[in-house]
C-alpha cells in the first residue's frame, strides 16, 4: 500500500470513529431505506446496447496530487450538465479532507439529475456503505490496494444486501485476480499508480485478455482526448470514468459530449 493510500485510510477511521458518535447506524439505516435506488448496472448497459460509450461522469473540486481543480464547485449544475449531454451514471467524491468532498455534494447531484450515482471514496468500513446508502449512493466504490479480499467479499454482500452496485478499482494483476472473485461485473482499472500518480493507459490494455467477456470493464484516469478514447474503444473498452477533463472545461457537459459524442 502507498505511503499516500495508508494515510488516506488512517485519517478515514478517525473520521468514521467520529461520525459514529453523531450519527449512529440505525439513523442511516432508516435513512437508507427511504431512498429508491437508480440501477447502476443497468444504466451502463443501455448505453452499451446502443452502441454508445458508457460515461462515469465525475465530479471532483480537489486531489492531493493537483490540488484546487474546480471553484467555484456547484454539483446541481455540474450533475444536470452531465445528464443533458449523454452521460450513463456520476461519479461524486466525498472525501472532504484530501479531496474537498462532501456527502451533501453527492445528494445535492442526485437530486438534480437522474443518473446513478457512484460514491467516490474510500471505503474501510461496513458504517460507510450505510452511510452511503443514507445520502443517496446507487453504486459504492471499492479500491483492492486498500482492503482485504476478505473485507471486499463482505463488504460486497452489504452493499448488494442495500441494492447498491459495487464498483471494484484494481491496478495491478494480483489485485485483478482479487477483484474476479468477487459476484460484481464491475471492474474498474485505475491508470493511476498510486505510488508514483503517473498515469498510462497501458494499465487498462494489458490486463484486458484476463478478464471474463461477461465484466465490464472501465477505464478509469487519463482519458484527455477523442484519440483516448478511440484507442479505448479499438480494444473493445466502452465504459470510461472521466472526472478531471471534465472539472477543468467552463461547461463540464459539453466536453464530455465534445469528447465522446462529437463527430
Do not use: W
Not at 180 to 185: E, G, I, Q, S
Request: with cysteine; net charge negative.
Amino acid at each position: 500500500m502507498s505511503d499516500v493510500l495508508t494515510r488516506i485510510i488512517a485519517v478515514k477511521r478517525e473520521e468514521i470513529a467520529a461520525s459514529r458518535q453523531t450519527k449512529p447506524i440505525e439513523v442511516l439505516q432508516r435513512d437508507g431505506a427511504a431512498q429508491p435506488v437508480r440501477d447502476f448496472v443497468g444504466a451502463l448497459r443501455a448505453k452499451h446496447a446502443s452502441g454508445l460509450p458508457a460515461v462515469i461522469a465525475e465530479a471532483k473540486k480537489a486531489s492531493p496530487s493537483k490540488g484546487l481543480i474546480r471553484d467555484p464547485f456547484e454539483p446541481a449544475q455540474i450533475s444536470a450538465s452531465y445528464q443533458r449531454h449523454g452521460a450513463a451514471c456520476m461519479s461524486v467524491l466525498t472525501d472532504n479532507t484530501f479531496f474537498q468532498g462532501s456527502a451533501a455534494d453527492l445528494t445535492a447531484a442526485r437530486n438534480a439529475c437522474e443518473l446513478p450515482v457512484l460514491r467516490k471514496d474510500f471505503m474501510v468500513d461496513a458504517y460507510q456503505l450505510h452511510e452511503a446508502r443514507a445520502m443517496g449512493a446507487d453504486c459504492i466504490l471499492l479500491i483492492a490496494a486498500a482492503l482485504e479480499p476478505a473485507q471486499m467479499r463482505d463488504f460486497e454482500a452489504l452493499a448488494h444486501s442495500l441494492n447498491m452496485a459495487v464498483l471494484v478499482e484494481v491496478h495491478s494483476r494480483e489485485e485483478l485476480d482479487v477483484a474476479l472473485t468477487l459476484k460484481t461485473p464491475l471492474v474498474g482499472i485505475n491508470n493511476r499508480n498510486l505510488r508514483t500518480f503517473e498515469v498510462t493507459l497501458d494499465t487498462t490494455l494489458g490486463m484486458l485478455r484476463d478478464i471474463p467477456d461477461d465484466r465490464i470493464v472501465v477505464t478509469e484516469s487519463g482519458i484527455l482526448r477523442p484519440a483516448d478514447v478511440d484507442r479505448m474503444r479499438g480494444a473493445g473498452v466502452d465504459t470510461f470514468l472521466v472526472g478531471e477533463a471534465f472539472m477543468r472545461a467552463a461547461d463540464p457537459g459539453a466536453e464530455l459530449a465534445r469528447l465522446f459524442f462529437s463527430e
